[in-house]
């Protein structure tokens, strides 16, 4: 079986400029996500999509595979369509550009799933999570699971809201809530058709890709892990990347 995985990296970030090529101890970031993402045992191919010339000479100078995509692509699924289109791949995997201790057994357990779920055209990662700061901050998407672990909604919000505990951190605290990771794992026909389909209202209000999917009345196999993800999106967020890897 061929699986691809596309890390798509976009130059511009307004939190965190050029975002991609920060450093973090000596590497730019797309190198230390590529090098997690090579390590993955189920992974064929491993090329990083991007619209900046700058990244491509980054990625050329470690010894990766880039290709060069248009700048006005508006998505990183789209992105890497245009990209999964020159392989001849049975599954393509979107790594998050902006995940440089993402470990690669959950890139794996998150492959797996759909591999092994005929019924599901894509699949994602979910943690459970028991942080407050987790459940009210927009940037972390929560996922609320049906019985067979297919997402049922994917909202910025807390969801579920759980209406007769008596404070925001007791509702949290007893009964947990999952947290998305911006991993997908396509099956690469769906993929290719998956950016033929039209903008979807849900999507459009929360800004969540994946509500496009559910819409239109696709599943999405959702595998609960015990790996943690650490986001970059912040300066905040890349110092506690640096502090991490400095105590190891």
Partial sequence: MNII?????????????????VDICGKP???????QAQRSTL???????????RIVAAVTAFGGNVAMTPVDIQSGSDRIALVAKN?????????????????????????????????????????????????????VVKVVL??????LYFSRSPIPYVRDARTDEEWVSNTGFYKHFGIYVYRAEFLQK??????????????????RILENEYKIRCVITEYESLPVDTPEDLQKVINYLNTQ
């Fill in 5 to 21: 995985g596309i890390i798509p990296s976009r130059y511009a970030s307004t939190r965190l400029p050029a975002k991609p090529l």
């Fill in 43 to 53: 992974l064929t191919h491993v090329v990083v999509a991007t619209d900046d010339e």
């Fill in 87 to 139: 392989f001849n791949a049975d599954i393509v995997v979107n790594i998050q550009g902006d995940e440089p201790l993402i470990d690669p057994q959950l890139i794996d357990q998150t492959i797996r799933a759909l591999i092994e779920d005929p019924s599901a055209v894509v699949s994602t990662a979910v943690k459970r999570t028991t942080s407050h700061q987790d459940v009210v901050n927009p940037s």
């Fill in 146 to 151: 049906d019985a067979n672990s297919y997402a």
């Fill in 29 to 35: 970031m797309v190198q230390r996500v590529y090098e």
């Fill in 194 to 211: 998956y950016t033929t389909l039209k903008q979807t209202p849900l999507e459009i209000a929360e800004k969540l890709e994946q509500l």
